[in-house]
Every structure is written in structure tokens, then in C-alpha cells.
């Protein structure tokens, strides 16, 4: 699947980069990408999007500070520069992307306040779908970071064909600081959507039994909302598979170990479905990158990757037909894609969510934060007499 990223503000441009990154070092050319920001240092801190895709907004603004947490701040500079942004994406080349991805911490001013307004801008110009990957903060962050959020997020959800979501308090260890955290949540996440949207391609690995290419992924985002990707990842043994050493041996005993041999496969054939099966289990039981009551989604797409000789079609039919017995909607697509690797990884999309307490608390701070700044609004500054005359107007 071709993507097309925005990195949008500082948490948005580190990601992406980090896409890029390890696009690079598979030697793959699937993803394109720029970043965008009202700060200047965030946009120098990147290593692997180039110079001239970094995007650089509200400079007559903020003078390339930023816009800190003012994520209104970060929408309206937004509204007055899409031209900019939309020009430095025509001109990266938008001729043959299946998809666009924005990306973006949704607590901070930047990406939180610019991601919607960019959403729609793209909508009135391109035909393809427009996706969100959007960051939650953890509660720890602050009032105003979950403020920010959920205001974002009620717009995202109107304006994006589908928005997916990593809440960094479900992923956080206990006793980690949320700074020192950050890369590794960032490694998580490309690892978890860097196999979901490479689905399809062509590598060294061949072509899979069951393809999933970009209209499986798109079909099974189409009902928009918000979406969750669960992740599952297995070593690959290779105990039993070894060649018998037995050419030339008396005819007896030769045929006695081909006869061996031939049940070790079927067996080893048993074994890769239930891993299958286990691994996908596992993908959807654990930890999702918004933890949601998964019965209440309505699509949901199923992908096994890893090498061909683990990849099993009867082991991938069964996990799908787990998935569509353990969600609301009936909609369950699925494949492999197979890879030269140590390890198969099952990636399990749910489309279309309807219940995750993340969210119901995030509205709750949000609307708690909203009364108290209308308190604050409320309480007039001290004054003096206004009697006295002032030293000058």
C-alpha cells in the first residue's frame, strides 16, 4: 500500500520520520512523506524526511516557536497556510499514493489544532481516502493536553475517513516517565502499522496465497470512526524441518523415513495453523493500541506476516472466522504477506469502534477542563479606583 505521510507537529514528524527510517533500511520505496510544523527546531531535529519536505508554518505568527499547547492557535495558522502544505505535497507526487496518512500527538498545539483542518483541505482536492493517525497523551501530561485531545478527536472523527488511535497511557510502563517513554511508544507504533501498510507488496518472499492489497485495507476502513490495531509476533523454529541425510541408503530403510518424513509434515502443517490462529488470538486478546471492547467492532481485517514456509492458508481462514465470531459486524478480510524474517507477526485491524473507556474519560477531563478555564473567565482581575488618575494613557 502506497502511503502518503504528514508528520503533523513534533510527536507527527518524529513518527513519520521513523517510517521513513525503516522504509530505508528495507530497501522499500512505499512510503513518502513530509512534516509540518510552526516550530523550527522540531523540523531540524528530523534525520530521514529531506530538507526540502519539511514544512516550516506561521512564521509572520509565532516567528518559528511554535504554538505550545494553543492548538486554536495551531488550526488557524493551519487554514491560512494549506496552500503551502498542499503545494509541498504536490510536489513530493501524489500520481500513484493509495492513501493519506497524517500524523499527530493529538494533546500539543500544532498537530493537534492543524490535523483537521488539513483532513479537509485534502478531502475538497484528492479522491483518496484521508486517514488520521492520532497520539492521545497520557493523563500525566495534563488537563489541558486531554483537553486538547478530545477537542481534536470529536473534529477528526467527522472530517477523517477513518482515524486510528495509540493512547500512550495504556502503553506507558508504570513508574516511566512519559518523556523517557516516547521512543519507544514511537518504535511501537511503526512497527505495528509499518506491517499493516506494506501488506501486498512484492519482496524478496514472493507474493502471498491470500494477497491483502490497499483496497482489502481501504474496504475495511471505509465505515469511518476510530480504529484500533492489535499486534502479536512468534520465532520461528525450524526444529524437524531439516533434510533427511539419507540418500543412498538400502531401499528398506529409505522408504521407512520418507514415510517419516511425510508425517512430520502433515504435522508441522497442524502446528503452523494452530500458531496462526494463536498468534492472531493473541493479537486481538492483548494489549490494542487503544485498549476498546472489541465486540463492538464493525469491520475487522486479519494479516499473518513472516516467512513463506510458517505462512498457512487453513491457519488464516480459521483465525478469521474467530474474528467474525468475536465482533459485532460480519466484515472480516484477511491474508498473508510473506517476508524474509526470524519471526511471524499477526497484525488484526478493528474497524469502527464503538465502546473504549479511554475515550469516555478523555470527554470527562475534557468537559471538567472546559468549566473550570468558563470559571476562570468568570473571575475579574484586581482593579484600582478607577478615580485615580493613571501616570498616562
Known sequence: ??????????????????????????????????????????????????????????????????????????ARITMDEADSIISAIDRRGTHD??????VAGLGGGTGSGGTPVLVRQLKKIY??????????????EGKLYSFNAARSLTTLIKEADNTFVFDNSAWKNEGESIKS?????NDEVVRRFGVLFRAGEMGKAGVGEMVVDSSEIINTLRGGGISTVGYAIAAVTTAGRSKSPVSGIIGGIKSTLKKREATEEVLLGEDRTAKIISLVRRAMLGRLTLPCDFSTAE????LVA?????????????????????IAGVEVRGGDYPVNSNYVAAVVLLSTIGTAPRIRELTDIARETKEDVARAEERK?????????????
Open 1 to 74: 500500500m502506497r502511503i502518503f505521510f504528514v508528520g503533523f507537529g513534533q510527536a507527527g514528524g518524529k513518527i513519520v520520520d521513523m517510517f521513513i527510517e525503516q522504509d530505508k533500511k528495507l530497501g522499500r520505496n512505499s512510503f513518502r512523506a513530509i512534516a509540518v510544523n510552526t516550530a523550527r527546531t522540531d523540523l531540524m531535529g528530523l534525520k530521514h524526511i529531506e530538507l526540502k519536505d519539511r514544512i516550516l508554518i506561521g512564521q509572520t505568527v509565532v516567528k518559528g516557536h511554535g504554538v505550545g499547547t494553543d492548538n486554536a492557535a495551531g
Open 97 to 102: 499514493v493509495d492513501a493519506f496518512m497524517i
Open 127 to 140: 479522491h483518496e481516502p484521508v486517514y488520521v493517525l492520532g497520539i492521545l497523551p497520557a493523563p500525566e
Open 181 to 185: 517513554a516516547f521512543s519507544r511508544l
Open 299 to 302: 469491520r475487522a481485517l486479519v
Open 306 to 326: 513472516g516467512p513463506p514456509d510458517e505462512l498457512d492458508r487453513k491457519g488464516i481462514e480459521k483465525a478469521k472466522s474467530w474474528v467474525e465470531e468475536n
Open 381 to 393: 482581575p484586581l482593579t484600582i479606583d478607577e478615580d485615580i488618575e493613571p501616570l498616562f494613557e
